[in-house]
């Protein structure tokens, strides 16, 4: 009788223990990031772009990029869902899809609003704690604060 209650008990310990657990596979890089600046390093210029409200939010294997405010861009596709790989130093963002329609595969030109180089996109991780992430790829660096 004792040898069952206790593995009731191991199997009631590991089912509390396993289940609906908070998945912080990322790190400081899972949580939702709100992009502040962007620099263009081919001609040093600054910019501010809080105003856009342009959001990464990143859990698990997915990130997705979302923009509040886009009234500068005739862009009908105000969100996109996509993967990425993290490892060390480094940060490729890749197989984007328009979030409206998950069959239809992102451009360059519906990625660009959200300051993407391209559908696949590499980054160095130039600073990155539970506050701040900073980007940067040969064409800009992107500064991010966590919301």
Not at 35 to 58: A, M, P
Not at 60 to 88: A, C, E
Request: with cysteine; net charge neutral.
């Amino acid at each position: 009788m004792k040898k069952t209650i206790y593995h009731i008990l191991a199997v009631c310990a590991l089912t509390f223990t396993s289940s609906c657990g908070d998945f912080d596979i990322n790190g400081d890089l899972d949580g939702m990031w709100h992009l502040r600046t962007v620099e263009n390093l081919t001609e040093n210029d600054i910019t501010s772009v809080k105003e856009q409200c342009v959001y990464y939010s990143i859990q698990q294997n997915l990130i997705t990029i979302k923009r509040l405010n886009d009234n500068s861009s005739p862009n009908q596709y105000k969100q996109h869902v996509g993967r990425f790989v993290h490892t060390g130093d480094s940060l490729i963002l890749h197989s984007f899809r328009i979030f409206q329609n998950e069959g239809i595969v992102a451009t360059p030109e519906s990625l660009a609003p959200f300051y993407l180089d391209g559908t696949t996109s590499r980054y160095a991780v130039k600073k990155l704690d539970a506050d701040e992430m900073v980007l940067s790829s040969d064409k800009r660096m992107l500064t991010f604060k966590k919301f």
